[in-house]
């Protein structure tokens, strides 16, 4: 199942990047590459096999409800592109 | 209905910052909680508890195990670009809740509660075309409880999500603030024609923060898709959002692009699983939920149904009304019921050792019923005690027949065809001269003395 132009600029689209043409080009092929190296897992009998959701056999990891202090306000905006009053400031999106 | 709620835990449900609200902004945040890499998620013990008692009082089927997946979508308010939330296997599922509208009791299924992380807030600038972020409510947690299409009206759509926001409180796991957010709901509508069986197509309404709003949005949704279909149009399926001014719903424009979350399994996250014991251990410890403290009111103080459904309805005013009650063992349960089903607020927002001794004044007939009406509008506003405020008024009823009696004559002398009528047996004239002796005193006759005085008066 090869992975159309149209879904690479879906999935694009959903993560918000614009792509360029020979981009699209690129990406289409390296996708499919993964995708094909990937895919040899169907290669395997799953009957029979419960679906897991992780692959160790942990459960409950479990943290008590206590208060710990965070970052510093300096320190957690010290990454943004713009700042403004305490807070992070983005293109406007409504 | 889609009801989210924010779990009172002190810390968020990944991390250890504070979840309090209010804060300024980006000053309860951390690796974790603003997505950085290499940060690593850990959940919160108590959360787990909260979400597990609204499933057991909710009569969900709790899943032996459940997990945790990542919600992908691109917003700024979402600082890892997934929110951590539960998919294919939530905390619990098939459970119900059962109302009441109009005297009819209707039984609304609930799909599922699955738990989650809250997301930040942004506020939009006026001026400019930018929106400032902050990240102090990102990764507080919620349960968001999902219902089946079992809502006819508006009017059930309320009291369903009344019930749950009772249930919350009673089990003390949300505070139920619908103005901060901390009870959201999201509400799906669709119309069907008579006759057809499937549902049409629907409507998503948001930012309805208030249980007026919520019924005054459906009402409108109810009347702009009947107006559509009645004109042979379609249903587009879209989000549309209250605006509160404008009263009426609007289509969230450009945000119609379908859904495509791509949930998969947080690999950060280990699975839940909630051993038999545990949830036994928690069902035991559940308190008493509105519909049992609603059969206790009716044996235990002899109740009417309706008196014991109003005082249940509301944890503070439950509550308010039972310690008043057991604490001045002389009042009747019903009269003091009287109180808090003709002004619940005010009840609610009073002491019971407060209301205690303003009904106890009323009893021994120091002021009347409406006097403490009023002293009672006096205790909210001012905070003063009862007796403060009946001395600083001169509020006493005039219990004191001979003082009354001789107000009473002159009334009778001032107005003979009154008294001429009374005796020729039209008895309802009795209102009338008793509203002048009140009239008189400013209030303070007692009433049934004075009534006691026209009788003899005027026999
Ligand atoms: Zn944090």
Redesign the pocket.
Known sequence: MALTRDEVLHVANLARLSLAPEEIELFTRQLNDILAYVSKLQELDTAGVEPLAHVIPVFNVFREDAV?E??DRDAALSNAPAREEGAFVVPRII | MEVHAHLLTA??I????ATGFGAPPNT???????GMPGSLPVLNHKAVEFALKMALATNCRVNPESVFARKNYFYPDLPKGYQISQYELPLAEHGFLDIKVEGHARRIGITRIHMEEDAGKLIHSESRPVSCVDFNR??VPLIEIVSEPDMRTPEEAVEYLKGLRNILLYLEICDGNMEEGSLRCDANISLRPVGQTELGARAELKNMNSFRFVKAALEYEIKRQRALLAAGREIVQETRLWDTAANQTVSMRGKEEAHDYRYFPDPDLVPLRIEADWLESLRKNLPELPAARLNRFQAEFGLPEYDAEVLTSDKTRADNFEATVKDFPHLSPKQVSNWFLDDPTSMSTITPATSGSLLTLVEKGTISRNQAKEVLKEVVATGKDPETIIKEKGLTQISDASALEVAAQEIINANPKEAADYRAGKTKVMGFFVGQLMKQTRGQANPQLANEIFQRLLG
């Not at chain 2, 309860?28 to 603003?34: H, K, S, Y």
């Open positions: 710990r965070g970052l | 810390s968020k990944f991390c250890g910052c309860q945040v951390c690796e974790v909680c603003l990102t990764g």
